[in-house]
């Protein structure tokens, strides 16, 4: 049976503290943060960090799964609640929550670059439980009957704008914008809307998109 050769101790101990710096420079930074600070702030050179990273996307693949697992917890915990509106309303303010923390996870669910890998598998798993709780919800009769998974996704791209212009000025100006949303989608607000949701095919062509400007 062949194998991957295990790593010195030495390297192994420079990957450790680069995925560390990594994950720091990112979250405080977003991903386009230079891999140099990464390298600073690790100790090492900038050699050692292409050895064990030779791109940004191997940072990704290595960091975010972890960090997108959260999606899965906190999924987990609107589907318990009893009431499916404060379900819906507490899985919001938790993935708005842990976007304003971690700007790096925020641009990763903008979907600012091509999620792959074990990275997409993780955020597929957190995310398929949305329709459940977005169900729930409609169910109740509380929120509007025509909102649809894919405009949660809209909505993400819209407050993970905000979340990233308003980080350093006002970091919880994201709340007040949510909660005016939040006022729309109540189905005793809603009125009908001409335009249709976006059809998973376009909002896929959408997604491709935004990730190869960048």
């Given amino acids: ?40 702030r690790a100790g090492v050179s900038i050699g050692t960090l292409y050895n064990h990273f030779p791109t940004r996307q191997a940072f990704f693949d290595a960091i975010f799964p972890e960090r997108l697992a959260a999606l899965d917890r906190m999924a987990a915990q609107a589907l318990a609640d009893p009431d499916p509106w404060n379900g819906f309303v507490g899985f919001l303010h938790a993935l708005f929550a842990l976007q304003a923390q971690d700007h790096g996870l925020n641009d990763a669910l903008a979907r600012r670059f091509p999620v792959t890998g074990e990275a997409n598998d993780a955020c597929h798993s957190g995310l398929t439980q949305l329709d459940r709780i977005i169900e729930r919800a409609k169910e109740s009769g509380q929120l509007r009957d025509d909102f649809e998974p894919q405009d949660l996704a809209t909505l ?34 809603a009125h009908p809307i001409a335009v249709p949701a976006l059809t998973t095919v376009q909002l896929a062509e959408v997604t491709r998109a935004s990730a190869n400007r960048t």
Avoid: H
């Avoid at 010195?8 to 600070?37: C, H, M, S």
């Avoid at 993400?156 to 905000?162: H, L, P, Y």
């Avoid at 979340?163 to 109540?186: K, S, T, V, Y």
């Fill in 1 to 40: 049976m062949t194998g991957t050769r295990p790593l010195r101790a030495d390297a192994a101990r420079n990957r450790d503290k680069l995925l560390v710096a990594a994950t720091q420079v990112f979250g405080e930074r977003g991903i386009d943060a230079p891999l140099e600070e990464i390298a600073r």
């Fill in 156 to 189: 993400v791209w819209a407050m993970s704008q905000v979340i990233r212009e308003a980080m350093e000025a006002a970091p919880q100006a994201w709340r007040r914008c949510l909660a005016f949303f939040l006022d729309g989608l109540r189905a005793g607000a």
